[in-house]
């Protein structure tokens, strides 16, 4: 990969905010940065493409409190074309994380983790997705 480089002018307050967006998370200049914060907007602008996107749906809930497993299963087979892997870990007695692994266009991910999501009793869901190739 040849890279170009080029000058880029910010005020003062951009400035900083770039400055702390690097030391957060632990970039080490601002041209690493730069370069993670297009990636994450070419990515972005995929899943509004529905493009093929991989992603993860994570949630958290009380194993004990409703048949959250049994719901979730359900949504998972009528949507098995997409679901790539699952895996379900005690957190401690009482909180379970289920991890649901997937492939597919962005809107089918979306419309896969609104559902799980949206299930009573999740106490936090997420999904997370990225670029497919």
């Known amino acids: 990969m ?3 480089r080029f000058g880029v002018s910010l005020d003062e307050e951009l400035l900083k905010a770039l400055d702390n967006y690097v030391s957060d998370n632990g970039f080490s200049n601002r041209s690493q940065a730069i ?3 297009i990636e994450k907007n070419m ?14 749906v994570i949630l ?33 007695e009482i909180n379970y994380m289920e991890i649901i692994a997937l492939k597919g266009p962005s809107r089918t991910l979306t419309e896969i983790s609104d559902k799980l999501i949206g299930l009573k009793g999740i106490q936090h869901g997420k ?3 990225s670029k497919a190739g």
């Open 127 to 129: 999904l997370v997705m």
């Open 43 to 56: 990515v972005e602008e995929k899943w509004k493409c529905d493009n093929i996107v991989a992603g993860a």
């Open 2 to 4: 040849s890279v170009s």
């Open 35 to 37: 370069r993670h914060l």
């Open 60 to 92: 958290v809930f009380d194993h004990g409190k409703s048949d959250i497993l049994k719901k979730s299963s359900e949504i998972r087979f009528n949507y098995h074309e997409y679901i790539l892997s699952v895996q379900g870990f005690h957190l401690n």
